[in-house]
């Protein structure tokens, strides 16, 4: 009976609100039903009917449920809600599996609407398939008989309504009502009253004969009210041409009510009672509001998603307190941002319908944008479903991304987050730099995961739509799958086109894994870093002395895939992937959004970097200047340092110099024609400002056109253009796209952390967090 509950039923009786226990449902023969959980909730109210009379039909107005609420401890006091359709009662559900151990049935009281017209209607079938379907919904127990008899004694009963059910002749629509418009029926009389958006009610009261545009405007305002007034209030008749509500405490220490009922004339709704307001008072000052529902905040935060769908649930907590003055929970609000996503840009399943459409939007409005999609076939059974499509993996990037990667430093680094949401997968992310230091993204895809073909599909549309140029340098952690994509490539990302290099950090994890030597992970880092042969040679001997294992395992992986003497000056001095970490953090609240969504967020995200670099590069060249801000201060501290340095001239003619830094006599060469030193410093370094002051040469000639302003404003002058309204998209005429059911999470809430930890997760390998408050572990002071 695990997968049933068991269902009280009071009628005809009265309803006790001031009770110790708090609500209370009397009547004279309280019955009982056991039904599945899985019940719909039509066949609930015909469960109902045939439980209560069989013989006379009946049609239920409303259904009140009560529910504990634990107060002072292990005290209970009962509460009501309504059941009015089926998310209402899959919450009764919910609230039963919760209370469990306090309550062990469900308590209904119902409310019929029955006249003499209605005795001469034949009771309609409540949407039962089938007559095995019907008797497995639900069980009828009497008062003093357990749970486990009654499977027997239902079934003759069953059978008999089933029966009955099942013979019911089909209904045809009479001949009179197939030359009517019914369409017509509908249409308001007076089209100006007609208004979809519900009504603001000002500041004040309502008053009899104030008029509404629709149902929902006037259940808004009503909810408004009650929200902004901190009171509440309860729906005593819910019609679709009538609302009536009352205060909570009405007939005690408040007379509030409103009676709001449809004009069929006028086509609106129109207030016919008020008793003026509310003269009920409260012990204490609530945080929340029972009226302040997911769904209301979900309508209010509509406009902040749509402009960011990754928007964070503090920032919609922020949002609610300002607006309502109320501080809701933090999964209120999470509750509350998904469903205001879902209605945005639908459920998961339809954003992976719409993506396709999006794209095809998108490039219409740009041509030069890049969209690659990989789609399997989709099958139901053994059979092939025409016209739809699995989608499997998709690239994007677009047209300013491509243009700006142009003016870029030549560098590349590529990276892998996990998405969090409905489906599993991947975010792959390639970023660049420009001349001011400023990270640029210019590629995204999403795959399944990080696997060989993976990668190679990323890479290889990478290097095919973005990536055109030679002589670029690719920054990638040592992940099997990407080193394997490299090798696939055909020579895309191998010397000379590309050199492929590999984050020191991740090298410094992977060497304490296998050696757990955290004294030598500095060591590792220096050899890394070191500018010089020199240098290089020096700390590797002291890693040589520490162990002959640590350089066996080193000397594996390239001197030129980690150690900045020996790169060739193609990682731009990059020597880890901080870039993409960088902006999978600021991606981070958009990985667990619909996939549209998250396509949406990287769109708009990038219209606001791009708005906002090609104002202040405009700025920085109109005042005058000529190079990048970040360039200028170390142009200028290395001119100053120049003071101090010997310069002697070997090869005039190739301009090739040597220099010695005094008075630490460190000696490097200097390679003006060919811009290189042997500090391995893209920048002018002192050396070539010291060979420049005694060779009387202009210093500025020798500055990559990367860090001039001029380059730096042609990385963001393309634009962004607007999609527009949808109902201007081209029409698309390509399969339908569903996502992989092999990637659904079967489990719900916060996915768990499979990775394995390493030194970079400073902040989650840490103690637990200390509140301030309490002086307790595992919560901040704000969450005390």
């Not at 919910?94 to 209370?99: D, H, I, L, R, T």
């Not at 001349?435 to 993976?454: K, R, Y």
Request: net charge neutral.
């Amino acid at each position: 009976m695990e997968d049933r509950v068991m269902l009280k039923l009071y009628y005809h009786g009265q309803i006790l609100l001031q009770t110790p226990e708090g609500v209370r449902f009397v009547c004279e023969n309280p019955c009982d039903v056991i039904v599945p959980f899985t019940i719909l909730f039509e066949e609930l109210k015909g469960v109902i009917c045939e439980r209560i009379d069989p013989h006379i039909p009946k049609m239920i107005s409303s259904i009140l449920y009560r529910y504990p609420v634990s107060v002072f401890s292990e005290f209970v006091h009962f509460q009501t809600k309504y059941v009015t359709n089926e998310g209402s009662m899959q919450e009764m559900f919910s609230v039963y599996f919760e209370n469990r151990s306090q309550v062990s049935f469900i308590e209904l009281y119902i409310e019929f609407q029955q006249s003499e017209a209605d005795r001469n209607i034949e009771w309609r079938d409540y949407n039962s398939d089938s007559e095995e379907e019907f008797e497995s919904n639900y069980e009828v127990v009497q008062p003093n008989e357990d749970d486990d008899e009654a499977v027997d004694i239902m079934e003759t009963d069953v059978a008999e309504v089933t029966n009955a059910l099942a013979n019911q002749q089909p209904f045809e629509k009479p001949s009179f009502m197939r030359a009517v418009d019914l369409e017509a029926m509908y249409v308001p009389e007076y089209p100006e009253n007609f208004n979809a958006e519900p009504l603001v009610v000002p500041d004040g009261e309502f008053v009899v004969e104030m008029e509404f545009s629709s149902r929902e405007s006037v259940i808004a305002a009503v909810k408004d009210y009650a929200i902004r007034r901190g009171v509440d209030y309860r729906m005593y008749e819910s019609e679709p041409q009538t609302f009536y509500a009352k205060c909570t405490q009405y007939g005690t220490s408040c007379d509030w009510l409103i009676r709001v009922s449809m004009i069929q004339r006028k086509y609106c709704w129109k207030i016919r009672r008020y008793n003026g307001s509310h003269t009920c008072t409260r012990s204490s000052i609530s945080q929340d509001h029972f009226k302040l529902d997911s769904i209301t905040i979900a309508e209010a935060i509509k406009p902040l998603v749509e402009a960011d769908p990754s928007i964070k649930v503090k920032s919609v907590i922020a949002e609610v307190q300002s607006k309502f003055n109320y501080t809701i929970s933090y999964r209120k609000a999470w509750l509350a941002k998904q469903k205001s996503v879902e209605k945005i840009f639908g459920g998961w399943e339809a954003s992976y319908e719409a993506l396709p459409i999006w794209f095809e939007a998108m490039c219409a409005k740009e041509s030069s944008a890049a969209v690659h999609f990989e789609t399997m076939p989709c099958y139901q059974g053994d059979e092939l479903v025409p016209n739809i499509r699995v989608l499997h993996r998709v690239f994007w990037s677009y047209y300013p991304c491509i243009r700006a990667f142009r003016y870029c430093k030549p560098v590349v680094q590529v990276d892998g987050t996990h998405l969090y949401g409905k489906y599993k997968g991947c975010l792959l992310v390639a970023v660049s730099q420009d001349g001011n230091n400023n990270i640029v993204p210019i590629a995204f895809a999403i795959v399944e995961s990080e696997t060989s073909d993976a990668c190679y599909f990323f890479l290889s549309n990478l290097r095919r739509h973005v990536v055109t140029r030679d002589g670029v340098g690719l920054i990638s952690d040592r992940h099997d799958s990407i080193s394997s994509a490299v090798e696939r490539s055909n020579g895309a990302w191998s010397p000379p086109r590309a050199f492929h290099m590999f984050c020191i950090r991740h090298i410094e994890s992977n060497f304490l894994r296998k050696f757990k030597a955290p004294y030598l992970q500095k060591l590792i880092v220096n050899i890394g870093y070191s500018r010089t042969v020199h240098e290089f040679q020096l700390l590797y001997g002291r890693l040589h002395e520490r162990g002959e294992a640590y350089t066996r395992w080193l000397d594996r992986i390239p001197r030129e895939q980690y150690a900045l003497a020996f790169d060739g000056g193609y990682r731009w001095g990059h020597m880890t992937t901080n870039l993409v970490e960088c902006i999978n953090s600021v991606l981070k609240g958009a990985r667990n959004l619909p996939v549209t969504a998250l396509v949406k967020a990287t769109f708009y995200r990038l219209n606001e970097l791009f708005t906002r670099k090609r104002a202040e590069a405009e700025a920085r060249i109109n005042a005058g200047y000529v190079f990048s801000e970040t360039v200028t201060s170390k142009l200028h501290a290395n001119q100053r340092a120049a003071g101090n340095i010997q310069v002697n001239c070997f090869d005039r003619q190739n301009e090739i110099f040597e220099v010695r830094e005094m008075p630490s006599g460190c000696e490097f060469a200097v390679d003006l024609r060919q811009r290189r030193c042997d500090c391995v410093d893209c920048i002018p370094c002192r050396h070539v400002f010291a060979c420049c002051a005694n060779q009387r040469l202009d210093w500025q000639v020798y500055v990559h056109d990367v860090y001039k302003m001029d380059q730096v404003r042609k990385v963001y002058r393309a634009r962004f253009r607007p999609l527009g309204n949808p109902t201007t998209w081209p029409m698309y005429n390509g399969p339908r796209f569903v996502p992989n059911p092999f990637l659904k999470r079967v489990t719900k809430g916060r996915p768990k952390m499979t990775r394995f930890l390493n030194e970079m997760d400073t902040r989650m390998l840490r103690h637990p967090r200390r509140c301030k408050q309490c002086g307790a572990e595992g919560h901040s002071r704000s969450r005390c």
